[in-house]
């Protein structure tokens, strides 16, 4: 479809345009609106320079107001033909975007443009090479992520600014967010610049996901990159059911849970502001560690009363949190105190370059333990980073590895009434000072802290349907209005726009598929990795072979 | 001084008075002349109109039958031509730098029939130097008489039938029956009583009008060919004055004593007083039909040669009654004269009641006022360019322009 | 004995843009949006008007055919009329040789009266008609009605051509181009086109 050479097929001409609105672009009479849809490539031949930029909008133009009224007899072949082109045209909105080096293949970057093409400038799709000029090759440090509209240029993600701040995979319900994410994982993992831990609320990362169109098994992390990928579980029945290989158990203590871990369930627990604030007057009560042990170890209503009038807490309030809190006893993962230290356990992977998959099992859809265990676990992981770091700031010892904490339903420890306390909104909020990372994934982006949202540093968004989480999404991108548009046209499924630090503009992308032609050898072994981890060992066979029973 | 309008006025009121009266008489005597004319019988028309009886002081027509006889067209022939010639002029003008006429004779040919076509053609001639004379070398000395006005008009007329002949001969298909047409009167009116030198007259009948006639005739042996002339709205009253002697209870000395030339004062003739042959034949003729044929006792035309004297008859076209004039070679031809007849009343028919033929020739022939302006100015244009004095043509100018 | 081989008249009024042309034969012309080749250096011009009428305008034509069956028999029994009406041709200059190619555009000077005018042959025709110079010149002439005359002219080269289609789409286009703001304009002239 695309011209392979120096510039590709030509469109049509500039005629108008400013940098702000960016330019408009009178098609060729030959070439059919029908065949450029909204986020194509295209480059644009200027005066002194070539400019690479996005389609933003495709119209149907023409040179007489009156048109609408009385149409010509487009039936008529000889008609049509002559009327469109001189009378009719279609025409693009382009929004430039780069400045390419003048010769193709320069050591120089594009740039960010900072002017557009003169008047008619000859607009061209743009070709193999200019995709990868401005998307550049898979490589060490890119990961390809899928193709444009329309070409079958790749498109890459720089792995490395990926990881250096924030990302944002959105979408609604069903759009592939979590394939997605799980393709953003393969290529940090491919590429070794980061550990990530994956809350893997609906177990879909660790051993195998769940391809639902196509009603199969894909392999997850664990069965691509084996001893890369450790994968953590709350709910070790679940996990040996779905016969995932899990390398630990999770427990949680009793002792480890903190007042700060109530508040953040309020919501999920539905407690009043005063039920959740009685846990520090418990804590007080008890000391830290004990109080939550304590509190459930309370016999019946008439003690909760009790402890109320002692503590001078509110004897409803304190009753509910006491009701409330008292699910966590169902929680086969929660132990008056835990055999193992989880936390030490994941820090040991993540220092080691291994990835971990916390999966929940059962426990996956209960909000309140995912958001309990997410944020309890990551808050002490975080609070080990800062003390690395800054030890390490202090000439003792090294940084710690860069660590990515990738969380779904991500509204649920970001909402703008939480944000300022919980951990994760911390980790938003300070960039990568700690060398922690996020990848929040979330169909629901509008109920995200705004402040949160605009430290995202690369965002990944599917099909989104409400305007509201359109607007969130896009809040702080250049191009806003262009970007929306492109937004609402996204195929409900496998389709993206990327934009943001990690690529050099906003980029409408056809995910790549996910297991390819039922193979995932293209994740594990990707062509430019020249052996990369070497031939598949026997044992990785089979257990291949397994997965697609 | 401008004229008394008022005096003026009352003169013509009392005028119109009269001529109110003198109608009503007149249509009464109308109606009385047509009865007569039915009722005169042929032996008695042709009994007064024969020997010392006949002298009187008008002019009257000598009827072959009955005055109020009359003809109805015979069917035209299926292939035919009609032709025509006419001309116009330019007189010679006093304030033009130098004298000189223009003669424009215009001609038409129509065939009708199998093959129809038509021919249009005009030649002009200028007069000039000699040609604008007539001179005749006498013992007695050398007689020079200028061509111009009247005399340039004969002229004009007498090259009108010179034209016919050859114009036949190159363009008339010799098989189809045809009709040599012209406007007005073959009667040269103008040569008669105006006591123009023996030259003129010599030169426009004997050497002009009768070797023209002569050549027709001549023609007229080896094919069918007729020659008639058209007077359209004929102000003549040869007819009437038939009427009038037919009519006449004088002898013939008495008569032209008592009688005045024009009008009668004597009943029953003065019954005929200013009425024109044109309108008693309005009454005595359905459309189409033809009176009998009469024939001029005119003088002139006594020196057109033998069998040259012109003979007439009235025409109802249906728009108006016309006067035909034929020589007499044509007239006593029975077939001849009933082409003449046919073919002019289908003529008057195309032409809306005017033969084509003599319309489209008099359309060749005439000279517009544009045509007269650029004339002038070609002379006037020639001899300046020869560097000759045009003085004479500012008088000429100033006469043309009214100046305030 | 007719006109020499194939010429169809001669002009008898001619300025920078316009010439009129008499026909030698009545009723001989050629028709409605026909180019002609006049006079040499030879000027193109195209018949806008093709008109009958009195050759002298001063004689009123009136009717003459209430008793005739057919307008035939009127002429057969007016033999005088072939010679007293004239057909005439009004045509608008819209070309000339430029370096020996037809060109659209007004020539230097007009052509000489009584130059004799000769049938456009096709392929300066095509030359002339697909050019986008000979759409502007007619659609910015001040004729009556421009458009019915293009159509003529358009339907009648576009048979003559030997790539009719080709050639109509070309001055299809070189006609939209002007008449880009004029939808129905153009749509009703390139209906008739086709
Ligand atoms: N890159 C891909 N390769 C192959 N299949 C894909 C890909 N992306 C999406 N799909 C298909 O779409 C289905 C839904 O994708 P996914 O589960 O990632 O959506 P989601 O946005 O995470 O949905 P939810 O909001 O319900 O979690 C998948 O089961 C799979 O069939
Ligand atoms: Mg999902």
Redesign the interface.
């Given at each position: 479809m695309s011209v392979d050479g120096p510039l590709g097929e030509p469109l049509g001409m500039v005629v108008e345009g400013s940098l702000s609105r960016g330019v408009e672009v009178r098609l060729n009479p030959g070439v059919s609106v029908e065949e450029i849809q909204e986020g194509v490539y295209v480059t644009i031949k200027g005066e002194r320079r070539l400019f690479f930029g996005m389609v933003t909008d495709v119209s149907l133009g023409?040179?007489?107001?009156?048109?609408a009224q009385?149409?010509?007899?487009v039936s008529?072949p000889?008609?049509a033909?002559?009327?469109s082109?001189?009378?009719t045209y279609g025409a693009l909105s382009v929004m430039p975007m780069l400045t390419m080096p003048p010769v193709l293949g320069d050591e120089e970057k594009p740039q960010p443009a900072k002017t557009v093409p003169a008047h008619f400038s000859i607009t061209h799709r743009a070709s193999q090479r200019d995709m990868e000029v401005v998307f550049g090759k898979e490589d060490s440090s890119r990961f390809y992520i899928g193709n444009p509209l329309d070409m079958e240029a790749q498109v890459c993600l720089n792995v490395e600014e990926l990881v250096k701040r924030s990302t944002g995979v959105f979408g609604k319900s069903g759009t592939g967010k979590t394939f997605l994410t799980r393709l953003l994982l393969v290529g940090i993992l491919q590429r070794d610049v980061a550990s990530s831990l994956i809350f893997d609320m609906h177990n879909e990362y660790g051993w195998a996901g769940q391809d639902t169109d196509r009603n199969r098994q894909v392999q997850g992390l664990k069965q691509l990159f084996q001893s890369k990928v450790s994968v953590f579980s709350l709910d070790p029945e679940s996990s040996i059911r779905r016969g995932s290989k899990m390398d630990f158990e999770v427990q949680v203590g009793y002792d480890e849970v903190e007042p700060a871990d109530v508040e953040l369930l309020r919501q999920t627990l539905n407690l009043s502001e005063v039920a959740a604030a009685a846990a520090y007057d418990l804590e007080r009560k008890f000391g830290r560690k004990k109080w939550l042990q304590a509190f459930l170890g309370l016999a019946g209503r008439q003690e909760v009363y009790e402890l109320a009038n002692e503590i001078g807490v509110n004897t409803a309030a304190l009753a509910t949190l006491h009701n409330r809190l008292s699910q966590l006893k169902r929680y086969a993962f929660m132990k008056p105190r835990a055999l193992d230290d989880s936390v030490k356990r994941i820090l040991e992977r993540l220092d080691q370059g291994v990835h971990v998959v916390l999966e929940f099992g059962r426990y996956g859809s209960n909000l309140s333990a995912y958001i309990l265990v997410a944020n309890l676990l990551t808050r002490r992981i975080h609070q080990r980073y800062v003390q690395r770091t800054e030890a390490a700031e202090g000439g003792s010892g090294a940084a710690p590895r860069p660590l990515v904490i990738c969380i779904e339903e991500a509204h649920r420890f970001l909402n703008p009434n939480i944000a300022s306390q919980t951990i994760f909104g911390d980790i938003a909020r300070e960039l990568r000072k700690y060398n922690v990372t996020l990848m929040v994934i979330d169909q629901r982006p509008s109920a995200i802290d705004s402040e949160v949202m605009s430290q995202i540093g690369t965002k990944v968004t599917c099909s989104l349907d409400d305007e509201r989480d359109v607007d969130a999404t896009l809040s702080g991108a250049q191009g806003r209005r262009e970007l929306r548009s492109v937004l609402q046209k996204l195929d409900p499924k496998q389709q993206a726009l990327v934009f943001g630090h990690a690529v050099p503009l906003p980029v409408v992308v056809r995910i790549r598929e996910y297991g390819a032609g039922g193979s995932f050898q293209d994740l594990t072994r990707p062509k430019w990795q020249e052996g990369g981890y070497g031939p598949p060992t026997d044992e990785e066979l089979d257990e291949q072979l397994k997965a697609l029973d | 001084m401008s004229l008394n309008l008022g005096k003026t006025a009352q003169q013509i009121e009392g005028f119109a008075h009269s001529l109110k009266g003198a109608q009503n008489d007149r249509s009464r005597r109308l109606s009385e002349a047509v009865d007569a004319m039915r009722r005169a019988a042929p032996e008695e028309v042709r009994a007064k109109q024969s020997g010392p009886a006949a002298q009187r002081r008008f002019l009257y027509a000598v009827a072959g039958e009955g005055l109020g006889a009359s003809h109805p067209p015979k069917s035209a022939p299926g292939n035919f031509c009609v032709l025509s010639v006419d001309g116009s002029h330019i007189d010679v003008d006093r304030h033009m730098p130098a004298a000189c006429a223009l003669v424009n004779i215009g001609g038409c040919v129509l065939r009708y029939g199998d093959d129809p076509d038509a021919y249009l053609y005009n030649e002009p001639s200028l007069y000039s130097d000699d040609r604008l004379y007539l001179t005749e070398q006498t013992p007695e000395g050398a007689t020079e008489i200028p061509i111009e006005g009247a005399i340039l008009g004969l002229m004009r007329t007498v090259e009108e039938v010179k034209a016919l002949a050859p114009l036949i001969r190159d363009k008339a298909p010799a098989d189809a029956p045809t009709l040599a047409l012209l406007d007005g009167s073959l009667i040269l009116w103008a040569l008669a009583g105006q006591g123009y030198p023996e030259l003129v007259r010599t030169e426009i009948i004997q050497r002009g009008l009768t070797p023209a006639l002569d050549a027709l005739r001549e023609m007229s042996r080896r094919r069918v060919l007729a020659l008639a002339a058209y007077v359209s709205l004929p102000r003549s009253r040869e007819a009437a004055n038939a009427l009038r002697l037919h009519l006449c209870e004088f002898d013939s000395a008495e008569c032209k004593r008592v009688c005045r030339p024009r009008r009668s004062p004597h009943s029953p003739c003065s019954m005929v007083n200013h009425l024109l042959d044109r309108e008693l034949f309005e009454e005595l003729l359905a459309p189409g039909q033809r009176s009998c044929l009469f024939s001029t006792n005119s003088s002139i035309v006594d020196e057109y040669g033998r069998g040259h004297r012109i003979c007439f008859y009235y025409l109802h076209t249906g728009e108006e009654v016309a006067r035909v004039e034929m020589p007499e070679w044509v007239a006593l031809d029975k077939a001849l004269l009933s082409l003449t007849h046919t073919l002019i009343l289908d003529q008057t028919r195309r032409g809306m009641g005017y033969p084509v033929a003599i319309s489209e020739a008099h359309e060749q022939a005439v000279i517009g006022g544009g045509d007269r302006r650029t004339f002038r100015e070609l002379v006037d244009r020639s001899l300046v360019r020869r560097g000759m004095s045009i003085s004479g043509s500012e008088k000429s100018r100033s006469k043309r322009m009214a100046w305030v | 004995m007719g006109p020499a081989q194939g010429r169809i008249g001669e002009v008898v009024e001619a300025s920078s843009r316009r010439c009129a042309v008499q026909c030698y034969r009545l009723y001989e012309s050629p028709p409605l949006g026909a180019l002609a080749r006049v006079g040499d250096p030879p000027v193109y011009a195209l018949i806008t008007e093709v008109s009958t009428e009195a050759l002298d305008p001063g004689r009123p034509v009136i009717a003459r055919g209430e008793d005739a069956a057919t307008v035939e028999e009127v002429y057969r029994s007016n033999p005088q009329l072939d010679k007293l009406l004239c057909t005439r041709l009004r045509c608008l200059i819209v070309g000339h040789l430029r370096d020996g190619a037809p060109v659209a555009g007004l020539p230097p000077l007009p052509p000489k009266i009584h130059s004799f005018a000769h049938p456009c042959p096709a392929d300066e025709a095509e030359a002339l008609v697909s050019s986008p110079d000979f759409a502007r010149l007619l659609l910015n002439s001040d004729l009556p009605s421009p458009d019915e005359v293009i159509v003529a002219c358009l339907r009648l080269a576009g048979r003559q051509a030997a790539d009719g289609q080709g050639l109509?789409?070309r001055a299809?286009?070189a006609?939209?181009?002007e008449?880009?703001?004029?939808?129905?304009r153009?749509?009703a002239i390139?209906?008739r086109?086709?």
């Open positions: 023409s040179s007489d107001p009156r048109l009385s149409p010509p007899d008529d000889f008609i033909r002559i009327v082109g001189a009378v | - | 109509l789409h299809g286009n006609l939209a181009r008449l880009s703001d004029q939808v129905p153009l749509n390139l209906r086109l086709t």
